[in-house]
């Protein structure tokens, strides 16, 4: 019986073998072909998209290598700096713009690997028409042309902000008079205009957005031996953002014009171009177990874990410095996303980098804003109480993992959030001199338009700062919030920078017109060091400047001056 089975089993073997070879060969004039297409179309992906997006990520062992897999395929000679060159190019997305216009178009800030992924795949002719319009048999490249396609276009108006402000001026006597006695004051109202450059239009491959402003007033006492003084700030403030145009509508034009018509092809690569649309600066001084203290705001989600801080940060391979203009929350895509405060939407939709957002604005100058959502639940103009809900977090735009980007801005600055819910370890050390460094002070200056960038104005400041022990970076932070760094722009700009501190009330008239730089500087800091006295340990000490609790006096009536001098401040921290 056993004999029996053995056959069996090996006539089966031999059968199953025989069968097997006929099926192969019955069916190899199919499936060998279709094999081969195939192996052909998982080498064209690898070669068209897969080895350039390796060699743009700088996986390979090598710069060779990297170089060598990017020309794979091409008609023209290797260039060993081509990635130098595509990050030259995209960095002249921002050309002639301020420190301030950089700020007011960063969401959409050009990434220069999403410019060589482009490049490559719009050059390809395996899946598209060359710029001639028809095919080739090479792909060659056109960066610069590509770069002009494709690169963010900015529409500016320029606006007036008018300051009226109350000062005392001290009145001279009849000097042939052979009375004498104490000096009298009046007071006398002056005005300043400074012109303002804001976003209008920005015309971009994500879609086209349109700005619109309106006046708001504000108004604030100082007190004064002849009593309150009054400031009345009339400035335009962001009303609304519309969208023109969405969901890269303007870069399907672009593929339309180089032969991509389908609408499915369009997709593919869009979603391909997308994993370029990284910003990872990497984390920066997380906080864990963050318990934030409700207040003028409450927090914006259900997460506590802040994985990069508000501040400068340093890339962690490149070394480039990028400010990161709010806080990045961790949580998970799906999260709800709450408004920190009443207020009215004045933008919700796909917004460049920022993917999916929401910004709303409040009264007094405030904004705040939510990046990288995976669901907008609000409309452009509605209002919103404090604690509804306006979105869920998630992981759109330029962004590396799920997580709430949330940025609070006053008069279109950002600030650090963290100082409105408890936080104040960012001025500890402001009675602690530490010489400026002026040479790359003076690059940020100049990227401001600064007329404080000058070698022997900062001298001044930095001995003033010296001659009482204090930070001379704060006297540059308080040059911020008073004259905004006094631009270069401003008519006045070579009075103000003698007081730009606004000593004596102002740079203007009366004793505060007759200073020099380095005594407004030396009566600024004295000034610091008198309000610093008897603070609270559980005050910031900035905030104890301007505080109405302060015995000594206050520095500043605006509420919100302190703020805005912490977050300047602590864009100073890696100096």
Do not use: C
């Not at 080498?43 to 990017?70: C, G, H």
């Amino acid at each position: 019986m056993e004999q029996a089975w053995q056959m069996a089993k090996r006539l089966g073997k031999k059968l199953g073998k025989k069968l097997l070879k006929f099926i192969l060969v019955k069916t190899a004039p199919v499936t060998l072909p279709l094999l081969g297409i195939l192996l052909l179309m998982f080498l064209a992906y690898v070669l068209i998209f897969e080895m350039p997006k390796q060699a743009i990520a700088d996986t390979w062992d090598n710069t060779t290598d990297r170089v060598a897999s990017w020309f794979y395929g091409t008609s023209e000679k290797q260039q060993d700096d081509i990635f130098e060159q595509y990050q030259a190019l995209a960095e002249r997305w921002k050309e002639g713009l301020t420190a301030d216009q950089q700020l007011q178009v960063e969401p959409y800030a050009f990434n220069w690997e999403w410019l060589a992924a482009v490049d490559r795949a719009l050059n390809d002719p395996s899946f598209l028409e060359t710029y001639g319009g028809t095919k080739t048999k090479e792909l060659t490249l056109h960066p610069e042309q590509t770069f002009k396609e494709v690169r963010p276009r900015f529409t500016w108006v320029t606006k007036e902000k008018v300051t009226t402000q109350q000062v005392v001026v001290e009145v001279e006597g009849n000097p042939n008079s052979p009375m004498t006695g104490p000096p009298s004051y009046e007071v006398r109202t002056i005005q300043t205009s400074v012109p303002v450059k804001l976003l209008e239009r920005a015309e971009t491959i994500y879609g086209t957005y349109d700005y619109s402003y309106k006046n708001e007033v504000s108004t604030s006492t100082t007190p004064s031996a002849t009593g309150p003084l009054s400031t009345k700030v009339v400035e335009p403030r962001l009303e609304r953002v519309e969208t023109v145009e969405d969901n890269w509508k303007p870069l399907r034009h672009i593929l339309k014009q180089h032969g991509v018509t389908r609408a499915s092809d369009q997709d593919f690569l869009l979603e391909y171009w997308l994993s370029f649309l990284s910003n990872d600066d990497g984390s920066d001084n997380p906080m864990t177990d963050w318990t934030p203290v409700n207040g003028q705001l409450i927090w914006p989600t259900e997460g506590r874990d802040i994985t990069s801080t508000f501040g400068v940060r340093i890339h962690p391979i490149t070394g480039v410095k990028k400010m990161h203009n709010g806080i990045d929350i961790g949580v998970p895509t799906g999260t709800p996303v709450f408004a920190a405060r009443e207020g009215t939407v004045i933008f919700a939709g796909a917004m460049g980098t920022a993917g999916q957002a929401v910004i709303i604005k409040h009264d007094n100058g405030l904004e705040t804003r939510y990046y990288h959502l995976n669901r907008v639940d609000v409309l452009n103009g509605q209002v919103v109480t404090a604690r509804e809900q306006v979105a869920e977090s998630g992981n759109s735009g330029s962004s590396t993992g799920p997580h709430l980007h949330f940025e609070v801005r006053l008069s279109g600055t950002p600030v650090n959030p963290l100082l409105y819910f408890g936080y104040s370890e960012s001025a500890s050390s402001i009675l602690t001199y530490r010489a400026l460094n002026i040479s790359v002070l003076i690059q940020w200056l100049n990227d401001r338009d600064s007329a404080l960038a000058n070698a022997d104005v900062l001298r001044l400041i930095d001995q003033a700062a010296k001659s009482q022990n204090i930070d001379p970076y704060l006297l540059i932070a308080i040059t911020g919030a008073e004259q905004s760094f006094v631009p270069r722009s401003n008519p006045s700009a070579e009075k103000i920078i003698r007081n730009p501190w606004n000593v004596f009330g102002s740079w203007k008239v009366g004793r505060g017109s007759m200073l020099t730089t380095g005594e407004a500087a030396r009566i600024a800091a004295k000034t610091i060091v008198k309000l610093s006295k008897e603070k609270p340990s559980t005050v910031d000490a900035i905030e104890w400047l301007s505080s109405r609790n302060n015995p000594n006096g206050y520095y500043a009536a605006d509420p919100n001056w302190w703020r805005n001098v912490s977050s300047i401040y602590q864009q100073f921290s890696n100096f």
